[in-house]
């Protein structure tokens, strides 16, 4: 027994693990992000509405669109920050995978908790309720973001290449990326439907286009 967890424990070191390419796991977790992005808009259905009313009756459901936009914004900016770590690391190993998948599992859930915010509509409790789910899912994959960003800097898994005063300001930016979807988390039973402000801004910037990359020359040299 002592000898079969000896084997176990050192199969499991770090140093052991063999690398392979990051974008042998692509087509998983883009399959992943693009059923859960699909699976937004199933509630998006046309309305049944009297010869003339459809205006006004879209205008009624300006809550459902927003949720939806929410929410696609959120599944985009999950996987710009995906791909980024893809590009910048092109080799991974066994642990890099484990961590990716926590990283995608929050988004997963992103149609549930989506769900959750539409049917809370109305009151208010209960929408407090439902943004506090939906910023703890993010905060869930962030942290596995952190674990991962930290792993594979250790690890000098990232490129040797990539522009160092931008990787710099993303390593920076990925130590304190939780703080705007805390505060959601935190302020949503005092603030109500202002609480996701942070939580807006936080989506919006997660789009931003920091590429470390080095940059192709194009045209004659």
Request: without cysteine; aromatic residues 12%; hydrophobic residues 50%.
């Amino acid at each position: 027994m002592t000898s079969t967890l000896g084997t176990v424990r050192n199969a499991a070191r770090i140093s052991r693990q063999p690398t392979f390419p990051f974008s042998s796991t692509e087509a998983f977790t883009d399959g992943i992000y693009a059923i859960a992005a699909t699976l937004l808009v199933l509630d998006l259905r046309p309305p049944n509405v009297e010869p003339g009313d459809l205006a006004s009756t879209l205008g009624d459901e300006w809550f459902l669109f927003l949720v939806y936009g929410l929410g696609f914004l959120q599944m985009a900016g999950g996987w710009s920050i995906l791909r980024r770590l893809r590009t910048w690391a092109p080799t991974v190993d066994y642990y890099v995978v484990l961590l990716t998948l926590l990283i995608i599992a929050p988004f997963a859930l992103e149609p549930f908790t989506l769900a959750l915010l539409s049917e809370s509509r109305g009151n208010a409790d209960d929408f407090a309720t439902a943004l506090q789910v939906a910023a703890g899912a993010l905060l869930a994959s962030l942290a596995a973001y952190i674990a991962t960003f930290e792993y594979l800097h250790r690890r000098k898994f990232f490129r040797d290449d990539l522009d160092p005063d931008i990787f710099t300001l993303a390593h920076r930016i990925s130590k304190i990326i939780w703080l705007l979807p805390a505060l959601t988390l935190i302020l949503a039973p005092f603030l109500g439907t202002w609480a996701a402000v942070p939580l807006l801004i936080h989506l919006v910037l997660m789009l931003m286009p920091i590429d470390a990359m080095p940059r192709t020359p194009v045209g004659p040299s």
